[in-house]
């Protein structure tokens, strides 16, 4: 068994040594998806004023004046209050969260420089719209105190407290780093990239079966879970260092066109299982597209539209925290948006392994379901 499945795996090596312009494609693309997006869409990632998030309110006021603030802010704002503390923040559950300091409403706190209201916002909502909801909250302190009695010579000077003291907008302590096009970009067009694999895949695999290959390895008893593991080696480690190549890039290369340098975080073990995982997932993917596909034109069409629609779907090509509230809870059926979730969490959160366990478990069930599939057609196939 180990010496047919070491020659089930130089014969792909072989086959996939022929095809180079598929192998010069699948690195190619992801590079120049990222550098060109990556300096594109570096000043208009940080989102516009349509966007809707959802947020936690924390009260550590407990003051009548506090509640009927926390009531104005259901009633009249766009997003979505949800319960949690600032843990939800770190979960992904929310994306800011409005704290009603001990001082909210009290003049004195104002003097002695303490905030009324904080702003936090979770490591991966864009700097500019931090600052947005900072002034949309400050707004509605400025509304709230204009219904009480000020007097007309205080209101510059209350203006100008507002916006130094009374509201601050300030980031979750635990995500050091902030997010720039380059960590949207990078992992995007890195998993992107990765599930491109479905090409030279369905090429391989339809070129055998037309030119007798399968016939011949039926003849010898090769057994189909064999047959596809020795397939499917080769790919995996083009994968993982198209991952690797890809993060060089981030890393090394986007800086010195002027776009910021990519920080893959500092669980180097938890980005290569989420590195392996997505490959489990493309590679899934493409087998069961090159095992449905009865010709390469078929492979090439649904393998390509079809990367592109679980792309679009999944936050790649537009990022996710842009997209409107209803639209992003459809990013959850793709298996990219897994990725790049996993991957966010990773270089934004300074997650660790155990962080990612979700994703990368919905990642290898996805790649295990569709080998399996694949599998059972390959032999329905074969028997006939």
Known sequence: MPMRL????RKEWLALRRDTHALVALFLM??????IMSLALQDAFPGSHESRYDYVLVDRSASATARAFAAELDTTGSDRRVDGDLGALRN????YAVILESGFGLDDAAARGEPWVSVVGAPDLPEAALALLDARIGDRVARLRDRSAVPPSEVAALEKRMGEVLVVGRYEASGRLRPTAVQQNVPAWLIFGMFFV??????????????????????MRVPA?????????PFFLVNMLQGVVMLAVGVFLVPLVGADALHPGSSFGALAAVLAAVSVAALGYALLVATLAR????????G?????????????MVPKIVMPHEVQQWTQVSPMAWGQEAMLRLFLRDAGIGDVLGPIAA?????LACAALASFVFQRRSAS
């Open 6 to 9: 070491l020659a089930c795996i």
């Open 30 to 35: 992801p590079a120049a998806f990222i550098l």
């Open 92 to 95: 992904g559950r929310a994306s």
């Open 198 to 219: 479905v090409l030279p895949l369905s090429s391989v695999l339809i070129s055998e079966r037309t030119q007798g290959t399968l016939q011949r390895l039926r003849a």
């Open 225 to 233: 879970p064999l047959f596809f593991l020795g397939k499917l080696v």
């Open 295 to 302: 010709t390469t034109e078929q492979a090439n069409i649904v």
């Open 304 to 316: 390509g539209l079809g990367n592109v629609l679980l792309g679009a779907i999944g936050g790649i």
């Open 363 to 367: 990642l290898l069930g996805f790649g």
